[in-house]
């Protein structure tokens, strides 16, 4: 069953644009917080950028200026535009979505999506 679904993934220059997007399933019910991740090759999962429902957002140093995550809170959807993208922004990206108690499970994650910027 298919709880979070991304798309918006590609190929782009570097200093160009991409824009994610993350729609939750809608019987998933009392999310808080909804954000992006990503992992690149070798690496660790990092955080990107995260948003509650109270609309306070939480960006990675490394993307502060260039990245803008925005929510539409009625389709429990979220947004990650990306501009000045650079290489080091090539990840597979993964939405999650977190609840807090009392529903189970406590978060959600979507399958990734890759973004690739060629230098």
């Known amino acids: 069953q298919v709880h979070l679904v991304e798309s918006g993934g590609g190929l782009v220059q570097a200093g160009g644009s991409l824009r994610l997007s993350c729609e939750a399933a809608?019987?998933?019910?009392?999310?808080?917080?909804m954000g992006w991740y990503r992992q690149a090759p070798g690496k660790q999962r990092e955080l990107v950028a995260s948003l509650t429902t109270g609309g306070v957002s939480n960006y990675a140093h490394s993307v502060k200026g260039r990245f803008t995550i925005s929510r539409d809170g009625a389709k429990n959807t979220v947004f990650l535009q990306m501009n000045s993208l650079k290489a080091e922004d090539t990840a597979v990206y993964y939405c999650y979505a977190d609840r807090q108690p009392p529903y189970s499970p406590s978060n959600y994650w979507g399958q990734g999506t890759q973004v690739t910027v060629s230098s």
């Open positions: 809608s019987f998933i019910v009392g999310i808080n917080a």
